[in-house]
């Protein structure tokens, strides 16, 4: 008879902590960046704890990061070079730790490298690539042209679909053809 597998290498260690961090807030928050996207703080932690020392000894300008990072330095400290978790007592709260910071100043000199992702019809959203800052502006819908008097050049076919063709002109704002498909 064969003996059973034996646990993976850290297996006792990671369940050690997984049990400790059973009460730590803001543990299921979920990551953005690329290397761990979709993982928990807490799978981050537990699967990749070097990563995690790395987070939290550099200086970070990814948001993502640098919530990890508060997140990190608010319940977890680096003791004999591995991460260890403060005593309860001395956790941070979580409200402390990551605040949904609409007060952000953005990049110093200013923001300039933006992503428009998020965008749509409606809104646009202008979101800084360096330091996160994210500005949402609504996207106002002016007519350049009385309807009866315009020249209708500037066309598209929003709003049609599969049994109606539809034709809106963007100077006048208005739906100038609506006719059932063959």
Known sequence: MTPPPSPPEGAA???AMARKMKDVPLKETKMKLA????STYEMVVLNDP???KDVMSTS?????EMNLKKWLQGIFMIKD???TLKPKDAWTKSEDIIKDDKTQKGC???CLSFSKRGSNAYVNIRTCKVCGKQTITKKEIMETHDPIECPHEIL???GSSKKTSRTFCL???TFINEKPTS
């Open 13 to 15: 260690e990671k369940r």
């Open 156 to 158: 598209d076919y929003r």
């Open 108 to 110: 110093p000199g200013g």
């Open 171 to 173: 100077q006048c704002k």
């Open 81 to 83: 070079g591995d991460l």
């Open 35 to 38: 290397k761990h996207r979709g």
């Open 60 to 64: 970070r300008k990814v948001k993502d």
């Open 50 to 52: 070097n990563y995690c």
